[in-house]
């Protein structure tokens, strides 16, 4: 069973099955599928097997934190995996899906370069994650690994004066430094 909803424009409604629902932005098209039970573990194994990836949602981890990172870009892609914090799981997927798209065309992401092409009208930034955070922020994917190495980026977008958190004049309070 699929469940499709449509965003018909911005700040507009919404189409799910029949029914108009109200969306205060677009969070562009959202496809949930219904999936029989699997445990975790073979749900990331049968992502990764199937699409070349898994993306893992902490909706508030010990810290307060709600962030959101892919496992299996290094396997498949040779790729670091990627970690985004302070956005809804649902924009974070799309985001992870354009990233993954252009890294499966073979382009490689660098730390401390800024892209434009990831979010319209900002500039991102991606930074390397301290491997000695991993175990704690990253634990489905050093399961999944287990003693294969791999480095996780965090993609940071600026607020709405293009500042970004390690600048003083920064806004946003809902992203965090992974």
Sequence with gaps: MRLKLTILSLNQKAVKGNQ????????????????????????????IQKYGWHVVHILDDDRGEKYSYTIGLTD??????????GLKPDICSLIFEGIVETIKDGFEYKVNKEYDDILEGYNCIFRQISDNKYDNLFGKATEYYK?????????????NENNFPWDNEYSLTIQELL
Excluded: C
Excluded at 33 to 45: F, L
Excluded at 147 to 159: G, H, I, R, S
């Design 147 to 159: 003693e294969k190495a791999f480095n996780v980026y965090q993609l940071f977008y600026p607020d």
């Design 20 to 47: 108009i629902m109200d969306k205060s932005y677009a969070e562009i098209v959202i496809e949930k599928k219904v999936i029989t039970k699997m445990k975790p573990k073979e749900k990331i194994i049968n992502d």
């Design 76 to 85: 498949s892609f040779k790729h670091p995996e990627i970690a985004i914090s």
